[in-house]
């Protein structure tokens, strides 16, 4: 069983910073993309970054210069740091991992329970 753990959620007040943390664990056998999308109350998911295998990245026009992605490769883990914190900001963050486990190696997409980030307006 493939097992995403995210940490790294929390208050925060307008202009500060929080680091996100996402390991996959598990009967894994290639990690392709991973990433991290965000659901506001009343809103629909949405993408805020995501990291190839190869290390590009993409990012949701809101989050560009103040969110940066990263991962490592050898402790299958992603991160996202978020500087700036702004009140929009504030959703539920959850870990997305393209990967294939075994024993069927099948490319599928994993999620994490999600962790609440907060910044008061």
């Known amino acids: 069983q493939v097992q995403l753990v995210e940490s790294g959620g929390g208050l925060v007040q307008a202009g500060g910073s929080l680091r996100l943390s996402c390991a996959a664990s598990g009967t894994i056998g290639s990690i392709d993309a991973m990433g991290w999308y965000r659901q506001a109350p009343g809103k629909e998911r949405e993408l805020v970054a995501v990291i190839t295998s190869r290390g590009n990245t993409n990012y949701d026009e809101s989050v560009k210069g103040r969110f940066t992605i990263s991962r490592d490769n050898a402790k299958n883990t992603v991160d996202l740091q978020m500087n700036s914190l702004k009140s929009e900001d504030t959703a539920v963050y959850f870990c997305?991992?393209?990967?294939?486990?075994?024993?069927?190696?099948?490319?599928?997409?994993?999620w994490g329970q999600g962790t609440q980030v907060t910044v008061p307006s």
């Open positions: 997305y991992v393209n990967l294939r486990a075994r024993p069927s190696l099948n490319w599928r997409n994993y």
